[in-house]
């Protein structure tokens, strides 16, 4: 039996990227136990350890260093060739959609990842909230989407991809701005900008959980729909806001990010969505792309 193959590849660039066997199980649809064993079969027929693993974590050996540049890079070619493959008879285009919850950014290594591995298919992209995504999925408009997470999905298939902890937006000049961390309590008096229900139901309900829970009612303002425009609002001292720490890349004189004590319990997921049973031909290397380009 040959030590190395696809799947023992996919299996060991899993465990790598993590260096966390069970977040790794958790990416690849499995449980951590059968993953461990086909870790040490693999191991076994190498001959050699790849992963050092103690009560400390996981750690790539020098082997395992060794390898896992070659493996990627096996992987890559492999996905190449399949996609060129499927060339003729693949659709033209690849229709996705990019939820508006998150920086615009953030999708670009995604985005330059998929031009460079599908140069002759056309790229067509909708940002929207992801409420509207997850309907045009359905209805076939879109072939996949990047939605923020929790989402009301329905039949969709789901693969969860990253978390987006919430951060704060307030005023650069604020007597708050002096602090590196803040928590909810301490803008419990501020004016804060805040979505519609509308916009994302689930995510909104998650939030109110939370603030409930933290006995957090600020005085709610309504949020704009464009970022650029809410973060002006903040810049000209209106009021505060709570964002996906993605736009933090989003510079603006008279606006100071801080992190929030709660933000992990507001984080916002990002998962990629798609109808099972119509799927695209490019749909294996969009999966693959947009978890190694969006995991964090």
Known sequence: MRALDTHALTLFCA??????????????????????RAIKTLEDKLGTRLFERDTQGVALTPAGRTLLPQALHILDLLATAQA???????????????TSSVEAGLFRPLLAALERQLPAMRLELTSAPSPRLVAAVR???????????????????????????????????????????????DIALEPLYWFERARQPAFFDHCQHVFRRHGFAPAFLREPLDHH????????????????????????DGVAYRQLLEGEELAAGIGLAWRHEHGHAALP???????????R
């Open 139 to 185: 209805k076939g408009q879109l072939d996949a989407a990047v939605i923020a997470l929790p989402s009301a999905t329905f039949e969709l298939a789901v693969q969860p991809l990253a978390r987006q902890p919430m951060m704060l937006a307030l005023p650069a000049g604020h007597r708050l701005a002096r602090k590196r961390k803040l928590g909810l309590a």
């Open 15 to 36: 465990v790598a990227r993590c260096l966390n066997f069970r977040q790794a199980a958790e990416q690849l649809h499995m449980t951590q136990p059968p993953l461990s």
């Open 229 to 252: 425009v809410l973060l002006s609002d903040v810049a000209a001292g209106k009021g505060m806001a709570l964002l996906a720490d993605s736009f933090r890349a989003l510079r603006l």
């Open 84 to 98: 060129s493959l499927q060339a003729d008879s693949a659709p033209a285009r690849l229709r996705l959609g990019l």
């Open 285 to 295: 290397l969009l999966r693959r792309l947009a978890q190694e380009a969006l995991h």
